[in-house]
Every structure is written in structure tokens, then in C-alpha cells.
């Protein structure tokens, strides 16, 4: 059973960074696409960052694109996103998702992945 848990979450001022993590159970990182999405209170799903199979990057959001970064770890079996320059326009719960198909482009459509972590917090004020 594919497992994607987030962490890293928190408060945080304007200005200030953050990174999340997303450990990946059940199956190895490699070679499958990865994703951040965030969702506001009231507001629906948006995408942020996604990398391919093999973990390079391959899109940002106009949004945090320059100050966020996704990354991964395939010795950790973890996924990160790194995020400066934090706004308050950013707060959100951050969810990550995989593909379950091998060899993906990943990409802005949540519909490409089939599995999703619980979400983690992230807040930022003024």
C-alpha cells in the first residue's frame, strides 16, 4: 500500500522559509512523477510544483515560481519542497501526490496522480 505522509508544515512571517517533506511508503520514489498542490480555505485545489520520474523539476506555479523549489531524495524515498520568500498569499494546506503509472512528465493536472498525503499547514502572516 502506497503511503505519502507530509511534514514541515507551520507558522511562519512574511519573508521567512519553509520545507516540506513528504515521505513516501510502500513503494520507491523512482520512477514515478510527484507533485505539490496547496488548497486555501474556500478556494479549490491549486497546483504549485511537479517533477518527472527521474525527479527533475518540470513546472512551478507563475505564483512561487523563483522563490519555491522541489526536490527529492531517492536514498530517503522523500520528496521536498523548499519555500522562501513566504508570503501570506501562500498559506495553504500543501498536499503531495504521486503518479501510480511509471515513467511519467507529471504536470498541472491533479488527474495525473493517484495518490495524495493527508496535507500539512501552512500559515503565514504578516
Known amino acids: 500500500q502506497v503511503q505519502l505522509v507530509e511534514s514541515g508544515g507551520g507558522l511562519m512571517q512574511a519573508g521567512g522559509s519553509l520545507r516540506l517533506s513528504c515521505a513516501v511508503s510502500g513503494r520507491t520514489v523512482v520512477p514515478y512523477a510527484m507533485a505539490w498542490f496547496r488548497q486555501s480555505p474556500g478556494k479549490e485545489r491549486e497546483f504549485v510544483s511537479s517533477?518527472?520520474?527521474?525527479?527533475?523539476?518540470?513546472t512551478y506555479a507563475d505564483s512561487v515560481k523563483g522563490r519555491f523549489t522541489i526536490s527529492r531524495d531517492n536514498a530517503k524515498n522523500t520528496m521536498y519542497l523548499q519555500m522562501n520568500n513566504l508570503k501570506p498569499e501562500d498559506t495553504a494546506v500543501y498536499y503531495c501526490?504521486?503518479?501510480?503509472?511509471?515513467?511519467?512528465?507529471?504536470?498541472?493536472?491533479?488527474?495525473?496522480?493517484?495518490?495524495w498525503g493527508q496535507g500539512t499547514q501552512v500559515t503565514v502572516i504578516s
Open positions: 517533477m518527472d520520474w527521474s525527479g527533475a523539476p518540470t
Open positions: 501526490a504521486a503518479d501510480r503509472a511509471t515513467l511519467g512528465y507529471g504536470g498541472r493536472d491533479s488527474h495525473i496522480y493517484d495518490y
